[in-house]
């Protein structure tokens, strides 16, 4: 799923002659309205569209978001960064109103999110509240645990210093977590938090998935749990953690599969983006691994960093290996496959009955799928309203729900000035195939 993101900033600028080099005209114009069917023209013109209908289903007009999933009784869950915000993890109330989720209590206060040490900021340590939620993951109930809403938190708020300046505080053992709620009892069940060397102070949980099956090699027989660390600072990679002992490990880090693209520059809206962070020289995208998706029979993990155009695998019994396998490491990478180009660089994943494995693509204001059986990336849907889909989640009616929040005109990129426009949106487009939520892992 997504990108987080908030280290780095850049601009969309580039409109007009008049611009300096060095000197930003930030704008958003290149934004198509939905509504230009008619271009006035004879000529031949892209309309921006293709793929099935793109339901608007609600509207944010608060905290913009990143992760969302959605419920088998149709409630969908949000996340948000922090920064500022008065909560990190939500649950849509109604077309334009989100509430905290499971209440307020739990998610700490903004001035409760970081700590100063010898002059230096970490994220809180708390075990026992949300900091910063970058991804939501639901696995379905089975008989052994309830319906469950996965919650990633970081542990990493973006904090501003008096400049109004942002930066991310290393993590402290405690604060980055995955937290188990039933969606039976909207209580807290189980936390798991990382020990430092796993979860390194400069890493970033991006996303994560499941495979619950009792039988699966390499685990308790509690289920496991793939994670990404998609670290702007330098050393992405998975972690894995095993539901049962609670024992976490990593694998395949600072591999080139999971590296940043070398120089980066995406393209939004006919933009070309440098972040631009206040208080810092531009630079090139800088996010690491980021997408990834399990195939349907749970044994291979598709993923991608942000900021190459590159689809990877791997087999899942090479992520299950552990650091007592001395060879587990070199056979990891051994056993990477690169599929090859799809043509831009993508965030979250998500996939489907069909075995599609659905790839964000903000660049193209899209969403494209892998299919397996022939090798090949696909088209599925495309609509100038999806700008910048920040994690997908699929619903129990077949639906793919799409978080839309204008990600490359938040102010941490645009060297402090926001020109995101409220609303940001839910999405929602059908599956083809009648396409359905893969639950054969939660059995
Ligand atoms: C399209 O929508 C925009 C914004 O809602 C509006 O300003 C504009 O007039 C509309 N254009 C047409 C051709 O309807
Ligand atoms: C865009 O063009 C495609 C292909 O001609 C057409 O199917 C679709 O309806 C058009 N969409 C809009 C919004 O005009
Ligand atoms: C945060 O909560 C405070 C106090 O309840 C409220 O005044 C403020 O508007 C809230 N901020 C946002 C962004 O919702
Ligand atoms: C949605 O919920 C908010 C907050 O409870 C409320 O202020 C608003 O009136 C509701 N809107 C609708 C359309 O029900
Ligand atoms: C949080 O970080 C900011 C920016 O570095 C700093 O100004 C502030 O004092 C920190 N808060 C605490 C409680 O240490
Ligand atoms: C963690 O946060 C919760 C909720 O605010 C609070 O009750 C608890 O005391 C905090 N724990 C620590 C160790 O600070
Ligand atoms: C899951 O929950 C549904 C609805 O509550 C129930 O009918 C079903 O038996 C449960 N499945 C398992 C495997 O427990
Ligand atoms: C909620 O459900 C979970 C999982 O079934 C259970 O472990 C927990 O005790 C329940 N919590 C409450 C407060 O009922
Ligand atoms: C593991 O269990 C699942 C059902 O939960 C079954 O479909 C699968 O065949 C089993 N795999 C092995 C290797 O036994
Ligand atoms: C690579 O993965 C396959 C399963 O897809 C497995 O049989 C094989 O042992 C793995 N090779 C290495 C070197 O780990
Ligand atoms: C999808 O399901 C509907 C209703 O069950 C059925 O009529 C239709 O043929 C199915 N479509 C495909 C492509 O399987």
């Known amino acids: 799923m997504h990108l987080s993101a908030l280290l780095t900033a850049c601009s969309l600028a580039g409109v007009g002659y008049s611009q300096v080099i060095g000197q930003d005209t930030i704008s958003t114009a290149g934004l198509i309205q939905n509504n230009a069917t008619s271009a006035n023209t004879r000529l031949r013109y892209d309309n921006g569209t293709y793929g099935p209908a793109v339901e608007e289903v609600h509207y944010y007009n608060g905290q913009w978001p990143i992760g969302i999933a959605v419920a088998s009784d149709g409630r969908i869950f949000t996340s948000y960064t922090r920064g500022s915000y008065n909560y990190t993890l939500g649950v849509v109330t109604n077309l334009t109103a989100e509430a905290p989720y499971p209440n307020a209590a739990l998610n700490l206060p903004p001035s409760a999110l970081n700590t100063t040490w010898n002059g230096i900021a970490f994220g809180s340590g708390n075990a026992s509240a949300f900091i910063s939620v970058q991804a939501l993951y639901i696995t379905s109930n089975n008989s052994r645990r309830p319906e469950t809403l996965w919650v990633l938190d970081t542990g990493r708020p973006t904090v501003y210093n008096a400049q109004g300046d942002p930066s991310m505080p290393y993590a402290q053992p405690g604060g980055p977590k995955l937290v188990a709620i039933s969606l039976a009892n909207n209580s807290i069940y189980q936390t798991y938090t990382f020990p430092s060397t796993v979860h390194y102070p400069d890493s970033y949980l991006n996303d994560l998935r499941f495979d619950l099956r009792t039988n699966i090699t390499g685990t308790s027989g509690k289920g496991i749990a793939y994670l990404v660390d998609s670290s702007n600072e330098g050393r992405p990679g998975f972690i894995m953690l095993d539901l049962g002992t609670g024992i976490s490990w990593r694998r395949l880090t600072q591999d080139q599969s999971v590296l940043r693209g070398g120089q980066d520059l995406p393209v939004y809206q006919g933009h070309p983006l440098y972040l631009r962070m206040k208080g810092m020289p531009a630079q090139w995208q800088l996010e690491g691994l980021d997408g990834i998706q399990i195939s349907p029979d749970g044994n291979t993990v598709y993923y991608s960093p942000l900021s190459q155009n590159y689809l990877y ?131």
């Open 313 to 443: 695998s791997v087999p899942t019994l090479n992520l299950r290996a552990q650091d007592t396998d001395e060879l587990a490491e070199i056979n990891a990478h051994a056993n990477v496959s690169n599929h090859g180009q799809r043509g831009s660089n993508a965030n979250g994943f998500e996939g489907d009955s069909n075995g599609f494995i659905y790839q964000l693509i903000p660049e193209h204001n899209a969403v494209f799928y892998y299919n397996p059986r022939d090798g090949q990336t696909h088209p599925f849907v495309r609509d100038p309203r999806i700008l910048w889909p920040d994690g997908g989640s699929i619903g129990a009616d077949g639906y793919l729900y799409l978080n839309i929040n204008q990600l490359p005109y938040q102010p941490d990129w645009n060297n402090g000035v926001d020109l995101r426009q409220h609303p940001g949106a839910i999405l929602r487009v059908k599956l083809p195939n009648n396409g359905t939520k893969v639950t054969s892992l939660y059995a």
